[in-house]
């Protein structure tokens, strides 16, 4: 479902991307993991189309990734949350369906703000949410249009300990479905027993990229070693 081939964003004489290719395949979760400044939400950016590419191919669902048809496929949670100020939860539902074009969305959207404990807050404006509440009605917006492809960008973050586990089950759901998920995280717990595959990056470079037995096989580290384990042996400086 996504193809990133010889991928590079250069800022000045900088690779923020530093030519990478991967793939992802449908129903898979792949975890995408890596220090601060490593590439992460750049990578994001560029896939779907909030950056501008340096160079380097990437396509979804075999289209080109900023063609209309391929933004028909994906769903993006950003990790600021942005909201309409004047617009309800409700309205932002009623704006997603709209723009979609999905039918029969009001039972879907109720079982959505369900999921996330909005029903209370459905009237309120987006001027008057927390960033916790505004994170919500960001993944229920990228959920409604039953996107194939989705990118979340530190989904967790400001997250409550009950929709940090409802989220976890939704991609487990959207796995079975068939679905392709890309999480971009510092909260490595919170892919560990969701992900099929990490991706590690590393100025700007995939250093990693395989199920976490098999790198830890690599890494020559035991199968009782955690993934921040092998996160930090992948990711440590020379010399240190």
Not at 148 to 160: A, C, T, W
Not at 192 to 197: G, P, Q, T, V, Y
Request: hydrophobic share 40%; aromatic share 6%; net charge negative.
């Amino acid at each position: 479902m996504l193809s990133i081939t010889n991928l590079v964003k250069r800022y000045g004489k900088q690779n923020a991307v530093d030519d990478i290719t991967f793939e992802l395949g449908g129903g898979e979760v792949v975890g995408l993991l890596g220090p601060n400044g490593a590439g992460k939400s750049t990578t994001m950016k560029c896939i779907v189309g909030l950056l501008r590419k340096t160079s380097g191919e990437i396509i979804i669902g075999g289209h080109d990734h900023l063609s209309v048809a391929a933004k028909r496929l994906f769903s993006y949670i950003p990790e600021t949350p942005y909201v309409y100020d004047l617009l309800t939860v409700r309205e932002h539902l009623q704006f997603i369906a709209q723009a979609y074009d999905v039918k029969d969305w009001k039972g879907k959207a109720q079982d959505l703000l369900d999921l996330y404990e909005l029903d209370d807050k459905a009237d309120k404006l987006g001027r008057d949410l927390s960033k916790g509440m505004r994170q919500k009605v960001s993944i229920c917006c990228a959920l409604l249009p039953d996107p194939q492809v989705l990118f979340f960008d530190e989904p967790m973050i400001g997250l409550d300990p009950k929709a940090i586990k409802n989220t976890r089950q939704v991609f487990r759901d959207l796995k079975n479905q068939g679905k392709t998920i890309l999480v971009s995280t510092h909260l490595i717990d919170s892919v560990e027993s969701i992900a099929d595959r990490i991706m590690i990056l590393k100025s700007g470079k995939i250093i990693g990229n395989d199920t976490i037995a098999n790198l830890k096989t690599q890494m020559m580290q035991s199968e009782a070693s955690t993934l921040e384990d092998l996160f930090l042996e992948l990711t440590k400086d020379e010399g240190n």
